[in-house]
Nanobody
């Protein structure tokens, strides 16, 4: 079993920045690809970014490219999402997820473990 805990969410004004953190515990040898997803009220969960076990390969949604950066230090069981130039449409609950696959997946169905989420609210 793998447990994921997100932190770093909050209220920020448009154009501001936040850094989300995800800490993994348990059988972390199973935490290969890790990713960030988000879900706005009444909307489906959507992919934001993902990163490989080594941290050398990343994948971003079009909405995140150029503004968000996913990183994974050598500890490997912690992943960050640096969010810059935030927009009101970025408002959502952000979830950290872990996959057993070595490929950097964008589909939510590929991820076996999920955190509880952290709320990000961007005001205009």
């Amino acid at each position: 079993q793998v447990q994921l805990v997100e932190s770093g969410g909050g209220l920020v004004q448009a154009g501001g920045s936040l850094r989300l953190s995800c800490a993994a515990s348990g059988h972390t040898s199973s935490t290969y690809t890790m990713g960030w997803f988000r879900q706005a009220p009444g909307k489906e969960r959507e992919f934001v970014a993902a990163i490989s076990r080594s941290g050398g390969t990343t994948n971003y949604a079009d909405s995140a490219k150029g503004r968000f950066t996913i990183s994974r230090p050598n500890a490997k069981n912690t992943v960050y999402l640096q969010m810059n130039s935030l927009k009101p449409e970025d408002t959502a609950v952000y979830y950290c997820a872990s996959s057993l696959y070595i490929t950097v997946e964008s589909g939510s169905g590929r991820y076996a473990y999920w955190g509880q989420g952290t709320q990000v609210t961007v005001s205009s």
